[in-house]
Each structure stands twice: as structure tokens, then as C-alpha cells.
């Protein structure tokens, strides 16, 4: 089992839908969790970061952490063709290696206009 | 601020000869850089670990004779790919923290090496 379970896609929505991104992990050691957006052949973009449970809010990005239940999503509101990308969540622990990311897979998510 | 390039975006070699990639933080000192390499449609796997003037930490599996790291200064890293060979082939992206700063990463483009 991976530590961290990321749905691949590809994931299709029409401009201005509610995009619902998410991934769940293993590891009860993971405090930090972050969301990075990947553009075909680029480096990845840190969106948002969250440290423990809890939400946070960045414009039209949301970034939840259900600790008890292992899962954490990112939301995207009013989504726009330029959104189009891979979305990789990330996390680690809080001490130690702290400096050291896991990664999911990647979700590759198009907005159609 | 916090930008982070790589040198060459982009490599085409022979199998057999040996490939250097650089990667500098050109706003900021980097204490710790990171080097990633990415297969079409998976995630980024780290492959080590690098502090400024130390050697660097390997994660299990990568060879540390065949991906030569170096972290001589504050904002430059180099990994060198030697006698590569087509299952080398791959896209390489470093990263990279400030001191104190354990939250982010910041990443640099990435060098798409194709080994032939």
C-alpha cells in the first residue's frame, strides 16, 4: 500500500464548476499537508498548505485536513481553463526528515470552457 | 521571490556518457536542496537529500555512484547522471528550503533527460 492514495483521473469539468480534489494516506505521522499545481513539463507550484486539521481558504482554493480519517481535499471554485493541470498533494511529519515531502500521484484535471 | 532554475531544461545524450544538471536558488540561500526525478504520469519520487557542504542522503534504491550530488554553496546543486543508460531517462526536478523554513519547497522547472 502506497502512504499516500491519490485518484490519477483524468478528471474533466466545464468552466465555473466546484472541483473536488482529493487524496487519503497511511501515515499518522504526516502534520503537514500541501497542495501543489504541475503544468505539462513544468516544476511544481505550491498552492496551499495546512498544518494539522482544519481548513484554510486562498481565493477560490480550499484546503481541508480530516486527520482522523486520513483525508485531505482541495476545492476549487468558479474553476477557469487555466486550472487545467496536475494537482499533487503532498505532506510530511513534524520532526525528524521534516524537510522530506511524500507525494501522491497526481490528478490531472482539464476546465472546458 | 523564492526562484529556483535548472540547467538544462532539457538533455539528449549517447548511453554510456555522464550528465550534469544544475539547480540554483537565484533569490535566495539554499540550506537544504532536494532532487526528484518523475516518470510520465506518476508522482514525484525523491532520490536524495543534499545540505550545503555535506554529503548527501540517498533514499533507498537510488545509487549513490550512479547520481553524483554536489551542494558546494549556498544556492547551487548539481546532480550528475553518469554513464546513463535509457532507463535514466526521465524528468529531474530539484527543490529547494530556506534555513528555518520547513514548510515549502520551492521547485525548480525541471530537466528532461532522454537517454538514447
Known amino acids: 500500500q502506497k502512504e499516500v492514495e491519490q485518484d490519477p483521473g483524468p478528471l474533466s469539468v466545464p468552466e465555473g464548476a466546484i472541483v473536488s480534489l482529493n487524496c487519503t494516506y497511511s501515515?499518522?505521522?504526516?502534520?503537514?499537508f500541501m497542495w501543489y499545481r504541475q503544468y505539462s513539463r513544468k516544476g511544481p507550484e505550491l498552492l496551499m498548505y495546512?498544518?494539522?486539521?482544519g481548513n484554510k481558504e486562498d481565493g477560490r482554493f480550499t484546503a481541508q485536513v480530516d486527520k482522523s480519517s486520513k483525508y485531505i481535499s482541495l476545492f476549487i471554485r468558479d474553476s477557469q481553463p487555466s486550472d487545467s493541470a496536475t494537482y499533487l498533494c503532498?505532506?510530511?511529519?513534524?520532526?525528524?526528515?521534516?524537510?522530506?515531502?511524500?507525494f501522491g500521484s497526481g490528478t490531472q484535471l482539464t476546465v472546458l470552457p | 521571490g523564492a526562484v529556483v532554475s535548472q540547467h538544462p531544461s532539457w538533455v539528449i545524450c549517447k548511453s554510456g556518457t555522464s550528465v550534469k544538471i544544475e539547480c540554483r536558488s537565484l533569490?535566495?540561500?539554499?540550506?537544504?536542496m532536494f532532487w526528484y526525478r518523475q516518470f510520465p504520469k506518476q508522482s514525484l519520487m525523491l532520490m536524495a537529500t543534499?545540505?550545503?557542504?555535506?554529503?548527501?542522503?540517498?533514499e533507498q534504491g537510488v545509487e549513490k555512484d550512479k547520481f553524483l550530488i554536489n551542494h558546494a554553496s549556498l544556492t547551487l546543486s548539481t546532480l550528475t547522471v553518469t554513464s546513463a543508460h535509457p532507463e535514466d531517462s526521465s524528468f529531474y526536478i530539484c527543490?529547494?528550503?530556506?534555513?528555518?523554513?520547513?514548510?515549502?519547497?520551492?521547485f525548480g522547472p525541471g530537466t528532461r533527460l532522454t537517454v538514447l
Open positions: 495546512t498544518y494539522s486539521s
Open positions: 533569490d535566495f540561500q539554499a540550506t537544504t
Open positions: 501515515n499518522s505521522a504526516f502534520q503537514y
Open positions: 503532498a505532506m510530511r511529519g513534524g520532526s525528524g526528515s521534516a524537510r522530506q515531502l511524500t
Open positions: 527543490s529547494a528550503s530556506r534555513l528555518r523554513d520547513f514548510n515549502e519547497q520551492f
Open positions: 543534499s545540505n550545503e557542504g555535506s554529503k548527501a542522503t540517498y
